[in-house]
């Protein structure tokens, strides 16, 4: 072996050597990190197992685990029991709220964004840069900011204390939903897709359907999700428009459990439970929808 290959090979070991611990090393971080996230989540399951009493003292004496699980914790939260009746914390009515929320404003308003997406992506109108200037300068508006004056226009229309102040602004879309549908379009569909479908005799709104929702749909899903999250965890809006019991949301009623009932602050493993049941719909909902999020962050990279 002459010297030159020696040095090759020589430098290829170490490069190799390299990476391989550059990998370890990025692996020991990752699972530390996940540990760190996965952790707090996994501690809320075992104190929802134990009784209040043995909550309590396991601050005190570190006893990790429940000795005996008492697993009606999480049936309570639906049913109720003789310490919180439903008629102070009911589960399935915040969760049934909530969910109204979502249905009615994420099939309206991810068409709406989508639309608007396609429209500043590949259609050419008067002041489409003004107005999409315009969109991101209102981004950065805080929502304290207008709180006040949206708050006095449904109260003039009698909206306070019903779901529909949390559900007509979704009507109009979601600005970073569609600033990003905006990106992804530009990058996936082709301009030839368009001009070949509307030579063809396709109208805009059929191209849209036809051409770009296929193309993009990964992307929606994925969009979609993070709405779904974002209104299911939403606290400050209807904490400002509910103040009834009756149509309190998910957020909402865990902290009106804490409030109401005076022994909510020392039954640890009651609000744990609760807090767990609330948060299981959006990890079904993520394992459900797990492929298309990948698939979004796939093709956001791809450029047409």
Known sequence: MSYRES?????????????RTLFVISTVIVCF?????????????????????????????????????VWDNFVDVFTGNERYPLSSFNMLDAIKNTLIIEVLVIPVGTFVSTLAAFAFAKMKFPYKNTILIVLLVS???????????????????????????LIIPGFFGNVGMMLFLITTIRNVVPDS??????????????????????????AIVAQVLFWFVGIWNDFFGPSIYLTDPSVKTV??????????????????PFMMAAAFMSSL???????????????????SGIKG
Do not use: C, H
């Open 7 to 19: 040095l090759i090979s020589l430098n290829y070991k170490k490069r190799k050597i390299t990476d």
């Open 33 to 69: 990190g996940a540990f760190l996230m996965i952790f707090p989540y996994f501690y809320m399951i075992i104190n929802a197992l134990k009784t209040p009493a043995e909550a309590i003292a396991g601050t005190i004496d570190k006893n990790f685990w429940p000795k005996n699980p």
């Open 139 to 165: 981004m950065m508006v805080p929502y304290a900011a207008v709180m006040l004056p949206q708050y006095r226009v449904f109260s003039e229309m009698q909206l306070v204390n019903t779901l529909w102040p």
């Open 281 to 299: 719909p959006i990890i079904l909902l993520f394992i459900a929808l797990n492929k298309a999020f990948i698939q979004s962050n796939a093709i």
């Open 193 to 218: 897709l368009i001009e070949e479908s509307r030579v063809e005799g396709a109208g805009w709104f059929k191209t849209f359907i036809k051409v770009v929702v296929p193309l993009i749909k990964p």
């Open 251 to 268: 957020q909402v009623a865990l902290l009106l459990l804490n409030d109401v009932t005076s022994q909510a602050s020392i039954d640890m």
